[in-house]
């Protein structure tokens, strides 16, 4: 499995030009990314540092020495024609590293062959005949890439969807990359080849582009895999080439091939000095690489005794795990924490498109809600309705709760009097109630959550509906 | 080790340049004796040294990640053989 992850820095890899994604094109580039002659390139020190801090996180060796090299090839993506990258085995900034995944509860290691980091390329567009346009605001943005080893640790969609889960998380938790598949900031492309049943002779691989989603990358590869035993079980060869995923047909097809011969003629750069990577540099490094989502995921389970599932939703992404934690820290029981977020919280959050970070109802927020729910101030159904007005404008709940007169009705009086009036309004139900089919003490409840403003408290008004429902008899 | 004229091909290709066998051939003396040159350099005794990418002993030569002034477009695009809509046109590079 390949991957590339564009770097969150603010300006590009060689030069000071801005990173940002979607200007105007050609208006982020400047000699240098532009590849004019006499110019020089300088490593951008923050890039360097994320690829180092994603090694360190990745369990790798770090090189004491790294080089940067030319890879020569003929392609107007990049307009200096060649691309300056790290080479195979020699000098990358990582190797040797690994991955752990969970999967059904079991764990396993995948290697990492090496992350070395490049810088990407431009965008080609193909609108009309005969030409093709090119911007360059892309070229020389920061891009780390990341290869697993031969031969191979991954042996299906599901485990190839888990190491890319397991890897964005990293780099979101490490702040070295947004993790967007979607807008291409985090591409994926899985070299896919099948053996015969029970043996491990690897036959010709494809390799997959264009999986946007983890979705697009289980259903390619299954797709893939399906291609290629089709064609050899009728006596056909594999072609190893690239082909392309359509999420929308759900097929592969061989991508459009680039003219040029896969001879890179890389040699190392003249123009960069080596990056020495000394001990102290690493130490404080590693000193900035936070709890990763696994251990956290563990530390959940063991400290707070949430699910398996709860533990790897909460710790699928950084600032998620980071508001969780908060509302934790805020005396929020984690369970509870747990179900606001990762249901109400997540659908307000998928509705508006909003990050976590952005969301308008904080953990003070929801700490206060919580709060007014325990204390038997304000019922379940009063605390989903609030939810939603907090979310839309950020006020405190119990400001709410105070303004409006929400406040749970504790008058047992009150209390018992609508439930004399619900029974009254609603003989029939009182009929079916005393010839046994009491389940219809549920819509009763529902009566008089309904005369009460969903002030009651659902349990105290069962409770004196049964005992009202008596009286009746 | 000389190059044959099916690596003379080879190389005229990927460094695009066009060059029919009869060119080709008479370029073929004065690179076969440059590679004589690399050949006494590859009779050295040299198992023992590491590879020298850069002959002068400096390291770490970063910028910090700050936020230039980029070029105005019309100069950037000033030099293309061809530009529209803030695009650099070059011919088809992809199979119509």
């Known amino acids: ?473 | 080790m000389a190059l044959t004229l099916e690596q003379m091909r080879h190389l005229a290709k990927l460094a695009r340049l066009e060059l029919d066998d009869a060119q080709l051939e008479a370029l073929m003396a004065p690179i076969n004796a440059l590679m004589a040159h690399f050949e006494k350099l590859q009779a050295l005794p040299l198992d023992d040294v590491e590879p020298t990418s850069h002959s002068i002993p400096v390291y770490n030569a970063f910028r910090e990640d700050i936020v230039g002034t980029p070029l105005p477009r019309e100069e950037a695009l000033a030099n293309a053989p061809e530009a529209r809509d803030g695009l650099f046109i070059v011919p088809r590079i992809v199979e119509e």
């Open chain 1, 1 to 473: 499995m390949e991957v590339h992850a564009q770097l969150l820095t603010e300006s590009k890899m060689f030069c000071a030009c801005p990173t940002r994604f979607g200007d105007a094109p050609n208006t982020n580039v400047c000699p240098v990314c532009l590849g004019l002659p006499g110019t020089l390139p300088v490593p951008n020190k923050k890039a360097v540092e994320h690829v180092i801090r994603t090694a360190l996180a990745l369990n790798c060796r770090i090189a004491p020495i790294a080089l940067f090299y030319r890879k020569n090839y003929f392609y107007p993506d990049l307009p200096k024609g060649y691309q300056i990258s790290q080479y195979g085995e020699v000098h990358p900034i990582g190797t040797h590293g690994y991955l752990e995944i969970e999967l059904n509860g079991e764990r396993k290691k995948i290697r990492i062959r090496r992350v070395h980091l490049e810088e990407d390329t431009g965008k080609l567009f193909h609108y009309l005949p005969g030409e093709s346009e090119v911007d360059y605001n892309r070229a020389g943005v920061p891009l780390m890439e990341i290869v697993t080893d031969f031969p191979p640790d991954i042996h299906s969609p599901e485990e190839a969807r888990e190491y890319l889960v397991q890897l964005r998380a990293i780099l979101t938790y490490l702040k070295v990359c947004d993790g967007k598949m979607e807008e291409g900031s985090l591409r994926c492309e899985p070299n896919i080849s099948v053996a015969p049943e029970g043996s491990n002779q690897l036959g010709v691989k494809t390799e997959l582009k264009n999986l946007n989603s983890f979705r697009s990358v289980v259903r390619g590869i299954e797709f893939e895999v399906q291609r290629q035993i089709q064609i050899l079980e009728s006596g056909g060869q594999v072609v190893q080439e690239t082909r392309g995923w359509s999420e929308e047909g759900a097929y592969s097809f061989p991508m459009r091939t680039k003219e040029f011969e896969q001879d890179y003629r890389y040699f190392p750069e003249p123009d960069i000095v080596p990056i020495q990577i000394t001990e102290e540099w690493l130490e404080s490094l590693r000193k900035t690489i936070p709890e990763l989502p696994l251990a956290k995921a563990e530390r959940y389970r063991r400290e707070y005794g949430l699910s398996d599932y709860d533990a790897r939703v909460l710790t699928a992404d950084y600032d998620t795990a980071t508001y969780f934690e908060r509302c934790v820290a805020l005396g929020v029981e984690p369970k509870t924490a747990c179900n606001w977020i990762t249901v109400e919280l997540q659908a307000r959050l998928n509705e508006t498109g909003r990050a976590i970070s952005e969301s308008p109802l904080t953990p003070s927020h929801l700490a206060d809600l919580v709060e007014l729910i325990q204390s038997g101030t304000i019922s379940g159904r009063i605390a989903k309705e609030l939810f939603d007005e907090v979310f839309q404008t950020g006020r405190m709940p119990s400001e709410i709760v105070k303004e409006r007169g929400l406040v749970q009705i504790s008058d047992e009086d009150a209390l018992r009097a609508a439930a004399r009036q619900v029974l009254e309004e609603n003989p029939d139900a009182v009929q079916k109630y005393h010839a046994g089919k009491t389940s219809v003490i549920g819509f009763l409840v529902g009566q008089m959550m309904k005369a009460t403003q969903g002030r009651a408290n659902p349990q105290r008004a069962q409770q004196l509906l049964r005992e009202e429902l008596e009286k009746f008899r």
